[in-house]
């Protein structure tokens, strides 16, 4: 019995120590950095020729030691304990979902961030608001994902349409709180393209 006890009363300065560290991270896995893979999910035809997709020059990434924080990580009771980093910024993220869809519709799609000469047909992401936020508690981790996108279609040089997307998810995990942010992210963007690709390909057939 002496010995029992003299057992457990060494095990607890490590139970306190490990009980501590997860007060100070907040015990759940959260992502820090979220990077996906984008699987397009629109099943639009029709589209031919080049269509230039555009971002600011200041939302590309120059090199890849450039972080973008998208969102914020904050514990049960809100405090901001971390950031959440992308490689890419929020409009390359949305340049490659739109590309990789348009570019299955038909479309010649070229990424760039200058401007196309006047006679050609462009998607101009004129406002990419992106934000991925993690309440990360001892049980799971709750995230929400929301993205604003505004754009300009252009139509041989000429404006033709001005479109808006607001898309927002959220999640609550226990088990693969890793992978919850990239697919809430995922599931966000292939939302926005779900209502996006259809109203651009028709702008620019009509």
């Known amino acids: 019995m ?7 009363s060494g095990i607890i300065p490590f139970l306190a120590i490990f009980a501590a560290l ?43 030691k450039i972080k973008w924080v998208i969102g914020k990580v904050e514990n049960e009771d809100g405090d901001k304990i971390d950031e959440v980093m992308s490689p890419h910024s929020g409009y390359e993220l949305v340049q490659d979902a739109l590309g990789q869809e348009l570019r299955k519709a038909g479309f010649g799609v070229i990424p760039t ?45 000429a404006l033709i349409k001005k479109l808006q997307y607001d898309s927002t998810f959220n999640k609550t995990d226990i088990q693969d709180r890793n992978l919850l942010a990239s697919g809430l992210l995922r599931d966000t963007l292939q939302a926005a393209m779900q209502r996006a690709v259809p109203d651009i390909i028709a702008a620019l057939t009509q």
Do not use: F, W
């Open 22 to 64: 997860l007060a100070i991270t907040g015990c759940a896995r959260y992502a820090r950095q979220v990077s996906i893979v984008y699987e397009p999910v629109v099943s639009a035809k029709g589209g031919s020729g080049d269509l230039y997709i555009v971002i600011p020059p200041d939302q590309q990434t120059q090199n890849d």
């Open 2 to 8: 002496q010995m029992i006890i003299k057992r457990i």
């Open 113 to 157: 961030s200058a401007r196309p000469d006047a006679k050609s047909n462009a998607i101009d992401l004129i406002k990419v608001n992106l934000s991925l936020d993690q309440v990360s508690s001892l049980t799971d981790i709750k995230a929400t994902c929301r993205l604003v996108v505004s754009l300009d279609v252009i139509k041989n040089g």
